[in-house]
């Protein structure tokens, strides 16, 4: 049996589909019956349950936007930094194998010539630059807390999308934002990176952290000219005309805008199409 | 009825001591029979309990020293900087004014011609500028946490010291350490520290931020020289010729060694003697 902290938000379901869809058993853990944020808490929950792995889906992104991480500090320090400390402790006090949903936005910017950042680099995105959103931070200072954990995958998700409508899909948020920032990132298909993460356990590939972005990256315009393309929407895009601009006016904080190179998690035989491909799946298939 | 946290830690004992001296009633929370690091935890103690103050003297610091917080990273921000954030939504959703005991130690050095830090400088021994320890970090994110809180004092502690031997006395410390390190620190007599807590709510003084150290600072050959003069040793004490060499041969993680201003809680009306009287004082009654 596998223990899903978390099921409940936009990774936590997409991953839970995907262990229905394989016909593995699960539970969803609930952090109101039981707060598995408290180390004993969660070390009794793991003694009792047993489960052969666990995956840590939970986190704190902000809604409408990572902007609002910026006002809720602590739930954003403590859902994405201490927590994962929490469960390193608990699972390795129980020895129990596990995976942690961590972020691709500890980076920005790109390497040389536009390659992307590896599982080798560092973060580039986060305090210890003091460049970054609170979020990021955070979510950088998560796998510092994780540095050297015992039977633990650490997963990191860029930008997701799919073909279903939605506040947290990438492709939605592009046809309802009023203006677009120009940029150019990796992103991850989302029901593509959840069977990654189950195919991590599954396929017992070595532990440690995978970058699972689509190969590959896309500008603002490659989207853009997609969605037109695939008549998802008709409507004149407009852009903001620089990084200060789109600061200025419509953000509280700096975003990440990175290129990684996912090239371990491909070599390590998970499934992840390149990304031009996963935005052509996702568009044709679009489900309002 | 003054509700106190930490109050079985070197400074919240202090805190302890004072508020019983004073006939001040209060009640020390323990963690053990209930878990105030929760926010529903902690909201529930303040609605049955009503104190009319809170104090935070707990934290993380690391035994036998911050080199332990490198190894300890969860508790060390889950204590100093998580726990901080919780406090303060829990005593804004209760309207409790309350109290944080942080750390001089996010900052590093002094200012133009030795001067110290005043509350108005930025910390420079922290995540953000990454030279810190990972307990410095925690401490300096903790306040991060802090800016804007309602009702609220944050006073900056600074390596404490008294008359009474201890291993987190800093007179003790420099008396058993083989060899030590050449350093210009601003220092908190640890009683007028637990004294000025106390008093910032006695007298009503302005929330905010405090450093609460004893005027002036002292080095490292000051302390050993009144040590020496004291007669509290008779050993012929040996120093690290370096920064670097200490850094190599005793230490694991950087050391803050800085010079604060505590003008602002003297003109706030608290009592701090000046350094070196307060380090006289406590050595003519030195209790072994």
Redesign the interface.
């Given at each position: 049996m596998i223990l899903l902290l978390g099921g409940n938000g936009y990774v936590g379901n997409a991953i839970q589909k995907n262990l229905t869809g394989r016909g593995l058993s699960f539970i969803v853990a609930s952090r109101a019956s039981s707060?598995y944020?408290?180390l004993p808490v969660l070390v009794k929950m793991l003694r009792e349950l047993r489960p052969e792995f666990l995956i840590n889906a939970a986190g704190y992104t902000g809604k409408p936007n990572v902007d609002a991480c910026e006002i809720h500090?602590?739930e954003c320090?403590?859902g994405n930094?201490?927590l994962a400390?929490?469960i390193?402790?608990a699972c390795e006090q129980t020895q129990t194998p596990w995976g942690h949903v961590s972020s691709g936005c500890i980076f920005t910017g790109a390497k040389e010539a536009g390659a992307g950042f590896t599982e080798e680099d560092d973060p580039n995105f986060s305090?210890?630059?003091?460049n970054c959103s609170f979020y990021s931070?955070t979510k950088a200072?998560g796998e510092?807390?994780l540095q050297g954990a015992e039977q633990c995958f650490i997963w990191r998700l860029r930008i997701p999308f799919n073909e279903v409508d939605s506040p947290r899909n990438y492709i939605s948020k592009m046809m309802r934002y009023d203006r677009l920032l120009m940029a150019t990132n990796s992103l991850s298909q989302l029901d593509e990176f959840a069977a990654a993460c189950v195919d991590s356990w599954l396929q017992r590939i070595p532990f440690g952290t995978y970058n699972l972005t689509n190969p590959g990256s896309v500008t603002t315009k490659d989207v853009i000219r997609l969605i037109l393309m695939h008549r998802l929407s008709e409507k004149s895009f407009q852009f903001f005309e620089s990084d200060e601009q789109f600061m200025q006016l419509a953000a509280k904080t700096p975003r990440s805008n990175c290129v990684l190179d996912s090239g371990k998690a491909i070599a390590a035989g998970l499934k992840l199409a390149p990304v031009e491909d996963a935005l052509e799946t996702a568009m044709r298939n679009w489900k309002r």
């Open positions: 707060d944020s408290s500090r602590t320090l403590a930094a201490t400390g929490v390193r402790a305090f210890r630059q003091n931070g200072l510092e807390l």
